[in-house]
Structures are given as structure tokens and as C-alpha cells.
């Protein structure tokens, strides 16, 4: 069965204070790996796909890499609005009884920064 | 160019009702899938459907869940007979074609009292 670990549980940095959110997985098959966003009371927001390892994408502040067994979320010096709960997610080729449609979560990284 | 519609936002069910959550994809939008989220639990898959198909259900509770998506309408969640571990946080995704960065709605907040 798929597993994904996403560590640390929380994190809490100054603001402009660099650091990484680890993702670490286990699949049989590896499709896509997903990070998305979560802000209290609202859905999931996408940020990033990565495919293959050694693939890196960045947005903003964000620099997403991945390996073949985990994946980094590196965030460089955040702001307080950067403050939200980063979910991953990864994505199994299909096989018997899966699906394309189904991404298996981590538990989350609940990321703070302070001003 | 409005995201993924669920309703309601809130729904307060006693026990033994019946519970449906709609989900309206985004414009262009032909893949759905429903996603719960349990009080201090992650994300759990649920059910995969296109129009009038359901893809895949592996997720699905086998007694009381149903997934539907008419050609004409939303996707409906229905629960019947909820208990009052089905409170959750209940999340509906749409893509343009199969899982590349779905859009999540809102979502839809369930408690069973």
C-alpha cells in the first residue's frame, strides 16, 4: 500500500528565516508527486507536479524537487502569508483496482511564520 | 471563471439521516473526485467519476456511500444513515483530464449529532 511521510509535523520560523518540508514515499509505481497548499477552513490549493526524479519547479517563494524516494519543499525567506498547512500527495500508476484518480496524502506540514 | 462548487458549506445531520453533498465542476471540467478528510486524519481518497461513470470507488465505504455524476448536474455524495464518525470535512476536485493538479472546492463540513 502506498505510503506517504511528510515531516516535520509543524514548523515554525521568522519571517525570511529559509528552511525545507520533507516528503518521503512509497509507491510501486510513481506517476506524479503533488504539493498543494491548505489554508484553515478552506480546500486544498495546487502548487506543484513533479514526474520524475531530479525534476525541480519553483513559484514565488517555493522550490519543489524530487527523488526518487522523497521530495522537498524549500521555502525561501517566507512571509507570514506563506503561513498555511503543505500537503503532498502522490500519484500510482494504475494497476489492478487503481485508478489514475486517486493521490494518497500525507498527513501535512502545519508551517507558522512569524513577523 | 468560477473554481469548484460545493454545497452546502455546512450541514448538521442527526443520526440515522440521509447526507448530500453537491459538487459543481469548474467549467470544462469533466473529471470528479471526492476526497474526505477526517478530524486530525489526512486526505483519504473516496470515489473517481466522469460523466456517468464511476472510474473508481476503492476508497468508498462498501454499506451507506454513493457517488453519482448525471450528464446534466452535480456531482452528488450520498450517505445514508449517517453515524457520528462521519463527520468530517468532505472535498470535491475536478479536472480537465485525469488527475493533472485537480482543483479542490471548498468543501463541504459534515457533523452528525
Known amino acids: 500500500e502506498d505510503q506517504v511521510t511528510q515531516s516535520p509535523e509543524a514548523l515554525r520560523l521568522q519571517e525570511g528565516e529559509s528552511s525545507s518540508l520533507n516528503c518521503s514515499y512509497t509507491v510501486s509505481g510513481l506517476r506524479g508527486l503533488f504539493w498543494y497548499r491548505q489554508d484553515p477552513g478552506k480546500g486544498p490549493e495546487f502548487l506543484f507536479t513533479l514526474y520524475s526524479a531530479g525534476e525541480e519547479k519553483e513559484k514565488e517563494r517555493l522550490k519543489a524537487t524530487l527523488t526518487k524516494k522523497e521530495s522537498f519543499l524549500h521555502i525561501t525567506a517566507p512571509k507570514p502569508e506563506d503561513s498555511a498547512t503543505y500537503l503532498c500527495a502522490v500519484q500510482e500508476n494504475p494497476g489492478r483496482g487503481t485508478s489514475y484518480g486517486k493521490l494518497t496524502f500525507g498527513q501535512g506540514t502545519i508551517l507558522t511564520v512569524h513577523p | 471563471n468560477a473554481g469548484v462548487m460545493q454545497n452546502p458549506r455546512h450541514l448538521v445531520r442527526r443520526r440515522g439521516q440521509e447526507a448530500r453533498l453537491r459538487c459543481s465542476p469548474m467549467k470544462g471540467h469533466s473529471h470528479v473526485y471526492w476526497y474526505r478528510q477526517l478530524p486530525e486524519e489526512g486526505l483519504k481518497f473516496m470515489v473517481y467519476?466522469?460523466?456517468?461513470?464511476?472510474?473508481?470507488e476503492s476508497g468508498m465505504p462498501k454499506e451507506r456511500f454513493s457517488a453519482e455524476f448525471p450528464k446534466e448536474g452535480p456531482s452528488i455524495l450520498r450517505i445514508q444513515q449517517v453515524v457520528r464518525g462521519d463527520s468530517a470535512a468532505y472535498f470535491c476536485?475536478?479536472?480537465?483530464?485525469?488527475?493533472?493538479?485537480?482543483?479542490f472546492g471548498s468543501g463541504t463540513r459534515l457533523t452528525v449529532v
Open positions: 467519476l466522469q460523466k456517468e461513470n464511476i472510474i473508481d
Open positions: 476536485a475536478s479536472s480537465p483530464r485525469t488527475a493533472d493538479g485537480y482543483t
